[in-house]
């Protein structure tokens, strides 16, 4: 252990340095996914964008592995390393809103509720994800899709400019004007090409939504799926519907007939204005009547933060993903079978769509390359319980191979395992060269390497 380099940065920074002998350390190691125990040497709680670049450059200088964390929800863990360095921007979470632009500017340390309570004061919203509590930083990094995608494209369609910290210790931006390759990379690429300290986003006029969950029985689950992939994606943009499967959680609202039943469902979220709610529902109500629903009109914020409380931190995760374009009969027969096999509580598998405004963008405009995909399938393993590892993971892997050939082949980053150079790959089909070149540019040594990772030259393994 290198105490006495440790104590010298410590005193550079305005933020601190976290070792194995401080009493924060075990809080600061952790993760969202329980699955995930590292022990890094240290971990440097940065204050702003200066203790960004002195860590970067202690961490070069010292030639040690570098983890970056943002919101610390990866899946895969990259969030924390074992024996590197942690640099850790959870501290940062300013947020600025510019009414006269309608663009919000926001910290790298920001999780999704940081920026949406900021930005819905001014009537404004941004793409985000499901759970309030995950970082901006990696979802943004990796694409981003949630609610107001189908009508307003994914979070980096609404990514104007970044600054970022480079290999180097180099202090950037990058936006169409300046630096327009990083810009590119970045939207899509992850944490590949530098650390970023703030991200500036176009807000959309977003402020309530009329949304919530409607529950199905399990009989009605293929009429369900075969009525989604038809309907759905012909629905006004504004209308969003996750589809899942799911145990419905014991507790309310959810009456007690129910619970821990496993049934299909989906979650809708309509953005447009009040007074075409009805006309947007018409053809979900000609559907079958659920067995259960709670919609209603509510701040966009407030959606975001649901399904906050079903998934605390500090559970076991295992995910796999994929993207689709089409659901098959022969992928619903597989559907159905997965998911009578729910194995605990909070495992789920849920289409997310990525058609409407996010398809609108060619897929070689950012490095987010599944333009032509309508759903971005996540399935995850989730349990309290670490003995229920092995079985959450085996569902989540035989699901996803029962899955896969029906699928477009790669996967979104975020909603990804640690799987290796090939499905890294998939995930970005023709833009990964240039991805590379990016690459080789900004981070020719693989300095930021713990992430879903783009090899600058084929000689580089690690
Ligand atoms: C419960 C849950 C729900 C989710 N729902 C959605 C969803 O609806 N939509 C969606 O798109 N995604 C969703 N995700 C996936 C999410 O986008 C990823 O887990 C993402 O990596 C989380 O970002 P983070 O900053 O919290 O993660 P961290 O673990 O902190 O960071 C993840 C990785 O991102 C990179 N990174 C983080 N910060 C920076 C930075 N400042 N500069 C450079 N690189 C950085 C690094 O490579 C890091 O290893 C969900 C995840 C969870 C756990």
Redesign the pocket.
Known sequence: MREKAYRNLSEKLRGSVITPGSGEYEVARS???AMIDRRPEAIVRCADEADVVTAVNFARNEDIAV?????????A???VCDGGVVID?SSLRGVLVNPATNTIRAE?GCTQADLSHAAHDFGLAVPL???ST??????T??????YLSRKYGL?VDNLLAANLVLADGHFVTASAAENPDLFWGIRGG??NF????SFLFRGSRVAQVFAGPMLWEMEHARELLEWYREVTPAQPEELCGLFTFLKVPPGPPFPEELHGKTMCGIVWAYCGSADLVEEAFRPVRKFRAPKFELMGSMPYPTLQCMFDAI?PPGLQ?YWRGDFFSEIPDAAIDEHLSYAEQLPTLHSTMQF?PVDGAASRVNRHETAFSYRDAKWSMVIVGVDPDPANAEKIMAWTKDYWTALHPYSLGGA?I??MADEGIDRVKASYRDNYDRLCEIKRKYDPNNF?R??QNIKPSMEITM
Do not use: D, E, K, Q
């Open positions: 993760v969202y996914n983890a970056v964390r943002g919101g610390g929800h990866n899946g863990g990259f969030g921007l790298a994800g499901v759970i995950t970082g901006i930083a990696g979802l990094l990796g694409g981003g899709m949630g979070t992850g944490g530098g650390i970023v300290t998934y995760w997310n979104y975020n909603f930021f713990i992430n």
